[in-house]
Every structure is written in structure tokens, then in C-alpha cells.
């Protein structure tokens, strides 16, 4: 069965801080990691990762995948109270299909 | 381009109830998907769709939960009777063929 944990669970830092996420899974052939920021309910697909040592940058945003020590990491630097969210963390594997297993996600506060 | 649509977006009811959602998804979006998100948690694959068809219906309680796809296109879930343990957000995302998730808003269900 695929597992993803995430790390912290939750997080609170003031405006301007830089913080990173952490995300180690387990799953059967690999396809790809996204994430995904979850504000309200909808989540909002930030990035996708399906090679390991690339870094994806969205912005602020950053995240990188390392393949052989099954975890990702996500990086956002210069906070904004925007960015208080939960950050989710999903792994795809080619057995799986489309199916996407998910972390429980990290709880992000920004306090200006 | 329009998003995935949900509706209602909240509904209360009683336990030993029954209640419906509906999701319509993107256009052209082959794939469709139910998740359960229960507060503090992650999402949790309930159905795919393929089509009209079910690629994935193991994670789904099927003594109380149905969902259908009859014309390929917009899905609704059931669940009857409600337990007070449905309580949470229930999400419907479309993809592309080994695409990125589209999540609609959610419905957040709360059984009294």
C-alpha cells in the first residue's frame, strides 16, 4: 500500500521567514510527487516531480525530489500571511493507475 | 477555462439520512474522482471513474456509499444512511489521461 508522511505537521512562522516542507513516501513503481495548497477546501496544484535532483520554482515556491531517499521537499522563502495554508503532499505509482495517495499535510501559519 | 463544479456546498443532516453530491468536471476530462477529506486528515481516493466506467472503487464503503457516471460526463455520490464518521469534505477532481488533478470547491457534509 502507497504511504506518504509529511513533516511538520504544522508550522508557525512571522512574515519573511523562509520554511520547508518535508514529504517521504513509500509507493509500488513511481510515477510522479505533486503538491498541492489547500487555503479553504479546493486544493491548488503547485508542482510535479518525477525526476529526482531537478528543482521545480514557481516564484517563491521551490521544490525538489530525490528518488533514492524516497522524500521531497518544499521550500517557500520570504513568507507572506498568503502563503498560511495546508500544504499537501501526493504520490502516483504506474500500479495505482491515476490515484493519487496523499499526506496528511502541513498546517502553515504566517503572522505578520 | 471552467473548473470543476460541486454542489451543494454544505449540507447538514441527520444520521441513518441520505444525501447526494454532484460534480460536473472539466470538459473533456476523461477521469473523475471522489475524495473524503476528514478534518486534520488528507484526501482519500473514493472512487475513479474512467469514463463511465469504475477503474477504483476499493477504498469505498460500499454498504452505505454509491456513485455513478452514467453519461461519461457529471457524477453524483450517494450515502445512505449517513454515519456521524461521514462528517468531512467531500472533493471531486477531474484529470487528462496521467495528468495533473483538478480539484473542485468540495462539499463539506456534517452529520448530526
Known amino acids: 500500500e502507497d504511504k506518504v508522511v509529511q513533516s511538520p505537521l504544522s508550522l508557525v512562522v512571522h512574515e519573511g521567514d523562509t520554511v520547508t516542507l518535508n514529504c517521504s513516501y513509500e509507493?509500488?513503481?513511481?510515477?510522479?510527487l505533486l503538491w498541492y495548497k489547500q487555503e479553504k477546501k479546493a486544493p491548488t496544484f503547485l508542482f510535479m516531480l518525477?525526476?529526482?535532483?531537478i528543482e521545480k520554482k514557481s516564484g517563491r515556491l521551490s521544490s525538489i525530489l530525490d528518488k533514492k531517499e524516497l522524500f521531497s521537499i518544499l521550500n517557500i522563502t520570504a513568507t507572506q500571511t498568503g502563503d498560511s495554508a495546508v500544504y499537501l503532499c501526493?504520490?502516483?505509482?504506474?500500479?495505482?493507475?491515476?490515484?493519487?495517495?496523499f499526506g496528511e499535510g502541513t498546517q502553515l501559519t504566517v503572522n505578520p | 477555462e471552467a473548473g470543476v463544479a460541486q454542489s451543494p456546498r454544505y449540507k447538514i443532516i441527520e444520521k441513518r439520512q441520505s444525501v447526494a453530491f454532484w460534480c460536473n468536471p472539466i470538459?473533456?476530462?476523461?477521469?473523475l474522482y471522489w475524495y473524503q477529506q476528514i478534518l486534520g486528515q488528507g484526501p482519500k481516493l473514493l472512487i475513479q471513474?474512467?469514463?463511465?466506467?469504475?477503474?477504483?472503487d476499493s477504498q469505498l464503503p460500499k454498504d452505505r456509499f454509491s456513485a455513478e457516471r452514467l453519461k461519461g460526463v457529471d457524477s453524483t455520490l450517494k450515502i445512505q444512511p449517513a454515519k456521524l464518521e461521514d462528517s468531512a469534505v467531500y472533493l471531486c477532481?477531474?484529470?487528462?489521461?496521467?495528468?495533473?488533478?483538478?480539484f473542485g470547491s468540495g462539499t463539506q457534509l456534517s452529520v448530526l
Open positions: 477532481a477531474s484529470s487528462a489521461p496521467f495528468k495533473k488533478l483538478f
Open positions: 509507493v509500488t513503481n513511481f510515477r510522479s
Open positions: 518525477t525526476s529526482s535532483g
Open positions: 501526493a504520490v502516483e505509482g504506474e500500479t495505482s493507475g491515476s490515484r493519487l495517495t
Open positions: 470538459s473533456g476530462h476523461a477521469t
Open positions: 471513474f474512467q469514463n463511465n466506467g469504475v477503474v477504483d
